[in-house]
């Protein structure tokens, strides 16, 4: 499972050595204030501290932890599948689930404490298969704080010693991997293949390494990427990216009927159209039942349940 997740091709990788942990998520969430995205933190405290501090500078943050009561969980959960909070800050996967689709980033404010734990986290990133951005922050903090997480775990009696023992060097092992992950050059999406069996010897291409590596090299060739052409942390392209001035004003309008849609019925947006559905009918513009049929990712169930709405706002747009 891990290893179909790194082998996402829409899933971009990038690790950032910053003690500025909260201003980077801060900037972050600025940049990208229409999309949906998780925060896994090491501990409670952490997480909570992270959450209080975005909240009270009005940035919609929901959280989920065990320290929280069973019903307080499901209600941030239920902000979070709709849109209504954009970031979840959480402190693990384990015991959060979701359907929601159309989360854009997954970033790790600690360094995960093993490659196996890394990857499933991340992969609750770009499952609708549009472009997404898994980021761990890293400070060599971090290092003594998973090494007091493993210190703190206790044997429940279903171990002997000899197999406690054991474990916790495993365990040691895989962190020591995260760390490698973390502080030495390489393609992340290549070590992370070569640690799960798959061997992988070019570079991804679609990393912070292979980018700023692409970046040197086309530089050195004097044809450098121009400017704005890539992100902080990656070559970031979604659907409403491609859009010209006159399209992006429409792909928003689409966009509040979705979300009304979506509150209206309970659901995700991302159940009503995708992003990538949106930005084709931005470029069609159809006008007809049968020309929204053309529009990538509609179907007959879709046309008959949301068509009239949305062509309607399509028809005011094009007789404007």
């Known amino acids: 499972m891990e290893k179909d997740i790194v082998m996402k091709e829409n899933l971009f990788f990038a690790v950032e ?39 009270t500078e009005g940035f919609p943050a929901a959280r989920y932890h065990e320290g929280m009561t069973e019903k307080r969980r499901l209600l941030e959960m239920e902000t979070f599948a709709g849109d209504r909070s ?4 959480t402190t693990g996967a384990s015991g959060m689930e979701t359907e929601k689709k159309n989360i854009r980033f997954v970033i790790h404010y600690n360094m995960p404490l093993s490659p196996e734990d890394y990857c499933r986290e991340a992969g609750y990133a ?9 980021i761990i922050l890293f400070s060599r903090q971090d290092i003594a704080i998973d090494r007091m997480l493993l210190r703190n775990r206790r044997n429940d009696g279903r171990y002997t010693e000899e197999e406690w023992d054991s474990l916790r060097r495993a365990d040691e092992t895989r962190m020591q991997k995260m760390i490698a992950y973390c502080t030495e ?20 291409g679609n990393c ?6 692409a970046t040197q090299d086309d530089w050195k060739k ?53 992003d990538r559905t949106l930005a084709d009918m931005c470029r ?33 747009f094009d007789a404007a």
């Not at 770009?126 to 898994?134: H, K, S």
């Not at 039942?289 to 062509?311: I, R």
Request: charged share 30%.
């Open 17 to 55: 050595q910053t003690r500025k942990k909260e201003e980077f998520v801060r900037s972050y969430l600025q940049r990208h204030p229409e999309e949906s995205g998780i925060v896994f933190c090491a501990t409670r405290r952490i997480a909570d501290t992270l959450w209080k501090n975005l909240s």
């Open 86 to 89: 954009r970031v979840m800050i």
């Open 126 to 134: 770009g499952r609708d298969n549009e472009t997404a951005e898994c």
């Open 185 to 204: 050059d390489h393609c992340f999406r290549a070590f992370l293949l070569d640690y799960f069996g798959e061997n992988y010897e070019e570079s991804c």
């Open 208 to 213: 912070s390494f292979c980018l700023s590596t």
């Open 222 to 274: 004097g044809c450098p990427f121009p400017e704005g052409e890539r992100g902080k942390t990656g070559p970031k392209v979604r659907p409403a990216d491609t859009l010209e001035a006159g399209q992006r004003e429409l792909f928003e309008q689409l966009r509040i009927l979705r979300r009304e849609i979506a509150s209206e019925k309970k659901i995700p947006p991302y159940i009503v159209f995708s």
């Open 284 to 316: 069609k513009i159809p006008r007809t039942e049968a020309e929204l049929l053309d529009v990538n990712g509609v179907g007959e169930y879709k046309l008959e349940h949301y068509g009239a709405q949305f062509l309607e706002i399509l028809r005011d």
